[in-house]
């Protein structure tokens, strides 16, 4: 009899699709845990504004092509990620040919022409699109981000982009609207509002992507709260970039990490999952940011409070945020979270 346990798809078939953000490169470093555990991809870079489109008139879509292709071939879904957002669109977008910023008309035209680009060649490929990422501040009163967007356009521009994403795509990609730091009370206050915002004027949203960058330290109960209270909106909801990182943001040297991070860590995992269980009516995708442990951007980075990210000092430390070690065995929480999803 074989004792191999099901891959983390079979066990969640149930449940969620089981996604992870890649790039092509991750199909030859990951290949073996993408084909047996993921039935998602989100392009982590590759279907962004300016990787796509860094120029006017010039296109790039070698990326985004090999990620969708993968996917056809491997019988994957894919998520596009991320159009709208304050970093990775080219200046060029937000001025006319004499370096004038362009006037909102304008601006709301580009748009559109770039989302009909994308949905013609990606539209029958993904089921989903983050149309709008990261629109939210998370410090002061203020609700909404100060950036070209609303520069521009104004405050309306979550509305106009989910319009026009509306009429570029068919009616089978569902519209997504893409957040951070989602579970922590102040910031779901202002998301809530802009949900309930978006929802009540007609807005053409189909879901909410909870990133869940989190670490250690995050706070399950408001992340259960989270969970619950954007349940209740009637969207669907995606878990869009999920790691959980040992350190808080302020650690930047080359700190130690103990068994007790470590059970930290597998009691994290595994009390999300069964949180993202408990919530599979409304759940439909839980993906990684990343495959395994040897290639995370919180290596360099850090799970971010706001803008707040600690520049001046390297980031040198290694981190352990997946559900597979960098030599593809699964973490110990990856086995229970499988175990936890057959019983
Ligand atoms: C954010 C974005 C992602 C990615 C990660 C870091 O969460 O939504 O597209 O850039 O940061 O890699």
């Not at 555990?37 to 990787?51: C, R, Y």
């Not at 709208?84 to 669109?89: F, I, L, R």
């Not at 992507?209 to 969970?227: C, F, K, N, P, T």
Request: proline residues 4%; hydrophobic residues 40%.
């Amino acid at each position: 009899m074989s004792t191999k346990i099901p891959s983390l798809r079979e066990a969640y078939a149930k449940y969620f699709k089981i996604g992870a953000a890649v790039s092509p490169r991750d199909f030859e470093l990951f290949g073996d845990i993408l084909a047996e555990h993921f039935n998602s991809l989100t392009g982590g870079n590759a279907m962004k504004f300016e990787p796509i489109h860094p120029q006017k008139d010039v296109w790039d879509f070698r990326a985004a092509d090999q990620i969708v292709a993968y996917a056809k071939a491997h019988g994957m879904a894919v998520r596009a990620h991320a159009p709208v957002w304050h970093k990775q669109v080219g200046l060029w977008m937000f001025r006319d040919d004499d370096g004038e910023t362009l006037s909102r008309e304008a601006l709301l035209e580009r748009l559109e022409e770039h989302m009909m680009v994308f949905g013609q060649r990606y539209g029958a490929d993904v089921y989903c699109w983050d149309v709008i990422n990261e629109a939210i501040a998370h410090f002061g009163k203020g609700v909404l981000r100060d950036s070209n967007w609303t520069q521009i356009i104004g405050e309306d521009f979550l509305a106009q982009s989910f319009r026009i994403a509306k009429k570029c795509v068919p009616d089978s990609v569902q519209l997504f609207y893409n957040d951070y730091n989602e579970w922590m009370p102040h910031k779901r206050e202002k998301l809530l509002k802009v949900l309930r915002g978006l929802l009540d004027e007609g807005a053409p949203i189909d879901g909410f992507g909870m990133q869940q960058h989190l670490s250690i330290y995050a706070d399950l109960d408001e992340i259960r709260r989270s969970v619950e209270a954007y349940a209740s909106l009637g969207l669907r909801l995606h878990v869009t970039e999920l790691d959980v990182s040992l350190y808080t943001v302020y650690e930047t040297g080359r700190p130690t990490i103990t068994d007790e991070m470590l059970q930290k860590q597998y009691d994290m995992y595994v009390e999300l999952f069964s949180i993202y269980r408990q919530y599979a009516d409304v759940i439909d995708s839980v993906t990684t940011w990343g495959v395994a442990d040897s290639a995370t951007w919180l290596d360099s980075s850090a799970v971010r409070i706001g803008d707040f990210k600690p520049d001046n000092v390297p980031m040198q430390r290694k981190n352990f945020p997946l559900l597979f070690y960098a030599d593809h065995r699964m973490r110990p929480y990856t086995e229970k979270i499988i175990e936890d999803a057959l019983k």
